[in-house]
C-alpha cells in the first residue's frame, strides 16, 4: 500500500518527501467511516431503485450524508485549527 512512499524515500529530500508524505496523510478512523456508510449506503441504494422507490432513495441519501456530516465536518474544522501543531509534531524534529 505504501510502495510509493517507500521508493521516493530513495530519490527525495528529506524537505520533499514530507511534502509528499502529508498529502498522502489519511485519518484511518474517519476512513473506515465513509467508507463503511458508503457501502451500506450503496447496498441500499440499490434495493430502493429496484423497487422503483425513488423517494425512499432520496431519503435514504439524505440520511447517509447527514450522518456523514455530523462525524466529518466537526472533525475537518479540528483539523483546520490543529493543523500547524500537527505539522510541527509530526515533520520536525
Known amino acids: 500500500q ?11 529530500s528529506t524537505e520533499d518527501f514530507a511534502l509528499y508524505a502529508l498529502g498522502c496523510l489519511a485519518i484511518s478512523p474517519l476512513y ?4 463503511s456508510v458508503g457501502k451500506v449506503l450503496v447496498t441500499n441504494l440499490a434495493a430502493n ?3 422503483q422507490d425513488k423517494k425512499r432513495a432520496i431519503n435514504t441519501y439524505q440520511i447517509a450524508c447527514a450522518e456523514l456530516a455530523f462525524i466529518l ?12 501543531p ?7 524534529s
Open 49 to 51: 431503485f429496484s423497487k
Open 32 to 35: 473506515m467511516f465513509e467508507t
Open 2 to 12: 505504501y510502495l510509493d512512499q517507500l521508493i521516493l524515500t530513495h530519490f527525495l
Open 73 to 84: 465536518v466537526p472533525c475537518a474544522c479540528a483539523l483546520i485549527v490543529y493543523a500547524d
Open 86 to 92: 500537527l505539522i510541527n509534531l509530526l515533520y520536525t
